[in-house]
């Protein structure tokens, strides 16, 4: 079989040139001074700021001794229904524990009993060799079915002449044309003038905390002083339930029935396995690696490293955009917020309805049945009927389409 692969035929190696690093223009400094305007400095003027008076109402060192109503609106509200207490859905407690002794038997001890051991008769095959004389077959379907067929010579393009550009490359930026460098105003301090303390009483060691938490009086606590122990006089029985009830009076220690191993004493130790019987090691013979005929010519002249961009590239005049920023119109007045919402404006209050489960007897519904999970079906009333009866006194909601009402019992 060929050793030749259709990547080392077709794949030569190239010759590899080193990169030729591009020199870039040295810097030539700007004369124009650069102007250090920004937006921010144009649009946002400052203005004077005044200090703002704290809305905190003072704290009152004298507290008001009147006693404090503590009825939340919670209490006052939501208050208990008067309603009779249902009973717990709970089964009958009928067990009665058995009056006999407990045996303490399991039913794996009573279904599953000692059986003796069953001799089992080997089914693995004597261990005998099986020499075969005949010899080892290498032919495979790819030797008999391959069929190699001549390759046809590969046909190489030949590459375009490269044309240099004649019109030269302008090293000009957005940057270098649009910014002059001009010189501005330097930004001053917004930062308000430091003012001096003005009281010259010391700082009060006074707090909120300090006056009105005091420290409540801790009483002292009541240690219980321990009983002292007296050991018992009679000895401690130490028999366990299953040594004084469970006695085994023919009860031997059981025997193991693990076989005994025999163990050779002299004798030469057999090394030769099936592995190394079997498998022989072939003569084996190391194969030169085939190395491709090189097909390919490089090019005598040198590469010119210019890009597609450095050679259709032309350079257009910039475009000086128009900018549509609505021009400021000074800090506005302190004008009064509307303290209207969508919420305020649309929020409708609506009653609390009392659900109508919580009844013994729902109105405008009447008793039907009892399933079999025990829950109580009604069903409703005529339409005429149902809207007169189902006022609740409760201020409850109408509800024309009434359904099938389930109540658990």
Known sequence: ??????????????????????????????????????????????????????????????????????????????????????ELLRLPHSYRPASTKFDSRTTHQDDYSMKGLVNTMSCKPPAALKLCNIPLEDLTDYKMSYVAHPMEKRYVYEPEKFRPCEIPFESLTTHNESYRGLMGEPAKSLKPP?????????????????????????????????????????????????QAHYKYPKGAPARSYRPVLSVKKGGRFESSTTTKEDFKQWASVQTKPVKPIPQLKLPTEPLDHLTTTRAHYVPCPPVTTKSCKPAW??????????????????????EMSRCL????????????????????????????????????SVGDSENPNQQELTVSA
């Open 1 to 86: 079989m060929e050793g030749l692969t259709t990547s080392r035929r077709d794949f030569g190696p190239h010759r590899v040139l080193p990169v030729k690093i591009h020199q870039p223009d040295p810097f030539v400094p700007s004369e124009e001074n650069m102007d250090l305007l920004t937006t921010y400095k144009q649009d946002y003027n400052p203005y004077p700021v005044s200090r703002v008076d704290p809305i905190r109402p003072r704290d009152s060192k004298y507290p008001c001794g009147d006693k404090m109503e503590c009825l939340p609106t919670y209490k006052a509200d939501y208050l208990p229904w008067k309603q009779p207490r249902r």
């Open 329 to 350: 119109s000074g800090p506005r007045a302190n004008i009064p917020m509307e303290g209207q919402t969508t919420y305020t404006i649309s929020f409708t209050p609506k």
């Open 357 to 392: 489960a919580s009844y013994p007897e729902p109105p405008g519904y009447i008793f039907e049945e009892t399933d079999a999970l025990g829950h109580r079906i009604y069903r409703p009333v005529s339409q005429t009927g149902s809207r007169r009866s189902s006022r609740l």
């Open 194 to 242: 430091a003012r001096p303390s003005v009281l010259d009483m010391p700082f009060s060691n006074t707090s909120e905390f300090r006056d009105k938490y005091q420290a409540w009086p801790t009483p002292q606590m009541f240690s219980k002083a321990p009983a002292t122990y007296v050991a018992p006089e009679e000895k401690m029985d130490l028999l366990t339930t299953v």
